[in-house]
Each structure stands twice: as C-alpha cells, then as structure tokens.
Nanobody
Framework: QVQLVESGGGLVQPGGSLRLSCAASGSIGSINVMGWYRQAPGKERELVATITSGGSTNYADSVKGRFTISRDNAKNTMYLQMNSLKPEDTAVYYC???????????????WGQGTQVTVSS
C-alpha cells in the first residue's frame, strides 16, 4: 500500500505565499517523477509542475517564475513553494507520483487526496 498525503493549503491574499507538501508513505521501492496538478471549479485538471528523481523540473507557463517545485528524496517528500499568488491560482492542488511498489516491483501512478488553495482578498 502506498499513500500520498498533501498539506499546506489554505486561504491567502493576492500576492501572498503558500508552501504545499506531499509526503509519500508505505511500500515504496523507488519514486520516479513527481508532480503537482490543480483543478479549478468547472475546469479540467492541469499540470502545474513536475520534478524527476534527479531534480530536473518543468513548469506550466502560468506559474513560471512564481512557483518552485522541489523534493527531498530521503524523506520521500515533495514541495511546492507558491509566491505572488493570484486569484486564478485558486484550485484544489493534487500531488502525483510514479512509484515502484516494493511489494511487487510494479510501477504505478498514485494521487493524493488534494488540498484546497484559495487566493482572495
């Protein structure tokens, strides 16, 4: 069993900052690509940023220069530092990870339960 648990969401004013965390636990053999996605009301889920096990990153154009993705491989944890937040960043943020399960050595994609980020004055 593998779980991804997000934390750090909340209500913030425009221009403010939040830091999201995603902790993986359970039968983890190895973690490959990890990523953050978000889904606003009435919209499809979209990619925010990804990071490989080696630290290579990729960002959606809408968050470049404002968001920073990082990970601590020793802690099986990924972070998303969000600065200069805008109302249009309001969404449920989900973490995603490609994980090789140590029980059966199959690689699967896992999702967290999501954390709400609301940017409003």
């Amino acid at each position: 069993q593998v779980q991804l648990v997000e934390s750090g969401g909340g209500l913030v004013q425009p221009g403010g900052s939040l830091r999201l965390s995603c902790a993986a636990s359970g039968s983890i053999g190895s973690i490959n690509v990890m990523g953050w996605y978000r889904q606003a009301p009435g919209k499809e889920r979209e990619l925010v940023a990804t990071i490989t096990s080696g630290g290579s990153t990729n960002y959606a154009d809408s968050v470049k220069g404002r968001f920073t993705i990082s990970r601590d491989n020793a802690k099986n944890t990924m972070y998303l530092q969000m600065n200069s937040l805008k109302p249009e960043d309001t969404a449920v943020y989900y973490c995603n990870a490609a994980i090789v399960n140590s029980d059966d050595y199959y690689r699967r994609t896992y999702w967290g339960q999501g954390t709400q980020v609301t940017v409003s004055s």
